[in-house]
């Protein structure tokens, strides 16, 4: 039987393992966890109307958001990880043109659904923590529990015989066949699979491999309330870096910001704190 490693256990590494079948591979997959950007996520999946303009970025995001709706079906993912409730987008001005270029980029993306500007009344009962204003409601975008998909991807894997390696490892080649080391374990394998994030540079670099990627920190507020019905409310994408998603028994999360010069640094600041509450503090009700 051929033996596949994969290298790095978030979403990519554990959805792939679930896909890959174990009854033609032994798979091993090793996860060191640290730094993992998966069970940290805002889990918001709504790329449709990002303002980001780098196509090739687009199309990999449109592409990731309509294979989700197939995974949530083939994995059969629960509403508490996977909840399609839809997204309001919020603007200060041009909801009018926002609502044209979703019609437009619906005709290849079906999967963002409904298109729906709503009044400030419409607005509030979908999400009632939201101050009144008009908006862009869009029934496809939906939240990934990150933490929770996690882990029940990776008891499906356990009961497909996928072996699990909590280490952090380091990739040779030797002769025919790739060697994966970790402190306490060793294994060769005919094909390496490499989901490691930012990692992939250390991980691939040393043979000889040059990779263009860094890691971004990202830094979350999450707040608990009374309201139990938010696992059934939309998200809500601000006119700036902060988005509000309501997960599951009251809570909710604002977030996340975008910091490209804080490399691995895993400590919340101060600064992200206020960031956020500033850019989100006059959309709710009770500011
Ligand atoms: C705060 C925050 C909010 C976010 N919000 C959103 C959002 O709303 N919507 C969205 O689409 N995306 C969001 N993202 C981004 C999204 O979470 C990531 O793009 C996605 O989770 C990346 O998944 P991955 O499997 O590639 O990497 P990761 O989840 O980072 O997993 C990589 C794994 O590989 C392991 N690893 C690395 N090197 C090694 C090694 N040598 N040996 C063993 N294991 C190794 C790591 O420890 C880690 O567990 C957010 C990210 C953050 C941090």
Redesign the pocket.
């Known amino acids: 039987m051929q033996k596949i490693a994969i ?7 554990i959805t792939l393992a679930n896909y890959l079948d174990t009854t033609k591979y032994d798979i091993t997959l ?9 069970k ?6 709504s790329p449709w109307l990002s303002k980001r303009r780098n196509k090739r970025w687009y199309r990999l995001a449109k592409d990731g958001a309509a294979f989700l709706q197939k995974l949530a079906t083939d994995m059969n993912l629960s509403q508490e990880i996977y909840a399609k409730n839809g997204t309001i987008l919020l603007r200060s001005k041009g909801l009018a043109d926002l609502a044209n270029l979703a019609e437009q980029r619906k005709k290849d993306a079906p999967e963002i659904g409904d298109i729906e500007l709503l009044s400030s009344y419409q607005t509030a009962s979908k999400l009632p923590l939201l101050a009144p204003q008009e908006s862009l409601y869009v029934s496809g975008g939906a939240r990934l529990n ?1 933490l929770l998909y996690l882990e029940y991807m990776k008891k499906l894997a356990v009961q497909k015989q996928v072996n699990f390696i909590n ?4 990739l040779k080649r030797k002769n025919d066949h790739w060697q994966i080391s970790t402190q306490n374990h060793q294994i060769s394998a005919d094909n390496v699979i490499i ?3 930012p ?1 992939c540079k250390p ?1 691939l670099e040393p043979l000889g491999y040059q990779v263009d990627l860094r890691p971004q920190k ?3 507020i999450v707040f608990n309330t009374a309201q139990t019905e938010s696992y059934q409310w939309p998200v809500a994408m601000l006119d700036n870096e902060a988005d509000l998603i309501p997960a599951n028994k009251g809570q909710i999360i604002i ?2 910001t975008h910091e490209d010069e804080a490399q691995w640094d895993l400590q919340p600041t101060k600064e992200a704190f206020e960031r956020l509450t500033e850019n989100s503090k006059n959309v709710f009700t009770v500011p």
Not at 30 to 38: S, Y
Not at 40 to 45: C, E, F, N
Not at 167 to 170: C, L, N, P, R, S
């Open positions: 290298i790095g256990g978030g979403i990519i590494g090793f996860d060191e966890g640290k730094g993992q950007a998966t940290a996520s805002a889990g918001i999946i990150g280490e952090k490892a380091v989901t490691a994030g990692n991980l990202g830094q979350l977030g996340a």
